[in-house]
């Protein structure tokens, strides 16, 4: 396949280490949360609003079965929940899954900006964001081939993953 798929927590810069790997390996850039907005026809804050989670998870896993079957040379950033939603092994037939973990500070701090938690309906109160967290992380390091800190730059990160 040779996909590099990025998974961790909301905040994590999945999407912006994700356009820049790509640029750095050759290879094209999706993000599962616009496939899924343009697919539905809705964006993910509509999808939450008028139909339920478990429908946006099933939007998920029928996306990362459409994805190992269809898609090679991609840099894949996933949506924070999609690695928990579906099993380690259907994750990694995608291809090389690369954890970006960082603390629950530096999470809490790049999502402090509130037009960053507008668009994600599940980052509403730090609290529950909090507990959300806690109950991933370990599902996350579970799930990856690769587990990078992700709480430097841009830059470091990059440089990191290699
Ligand atoms: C979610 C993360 C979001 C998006 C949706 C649910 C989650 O993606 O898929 O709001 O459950 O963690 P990002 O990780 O890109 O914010």
């Avoid at 539905?40 to 998870?57: C, K, Q, Y």
């Avoid at 967290?133 to 990191?160: P, T, W």
């Amino acid at each position: 396949m040779n996909n590099l798929v990025l998974i961790g927590f909301m905040g994590s810069g999945k999407g912006t280490i994700g356009r820049l790997l790509a640029r750095k390996t050759g290879r094209f850039f999706l993000d599962t949360d616009a496939l899924i907005e343009s697919f539905a026809n809705r964006s993910i804050v509509e999808i939450f609003r008028t139909e339920t989670e478990e429908a946006f998870r099933r939007y998920e896993r029928d996306l990362a079965a459409w994805l190992a079957r269809s898609v090679s040379a991609a840099v894949i950033a996933t949506g924070g929940g999609m690695a928990t939603a579906i099993s380690r092994d259907d994750l990694r037939s995608i291809g090389e899954t690369i954890y970006l973990q960082c603390d629950f500070a530096t999470i809490a701090r790049r999502l402090a900006n509130e037009a960053e938690r507008e668009k994600r309906p599940l980052a509403a109160s730090i609290e529950t964001l909090r507990d959300r967290f806690l109950e991933r992380e370990a599902i996350y390091r579970a799930r990856a081939d690769r587990i990078i800190d992700a709480n430097q730059s841009v830059e470091a990160v990059l440089e990191a993953i290699g």
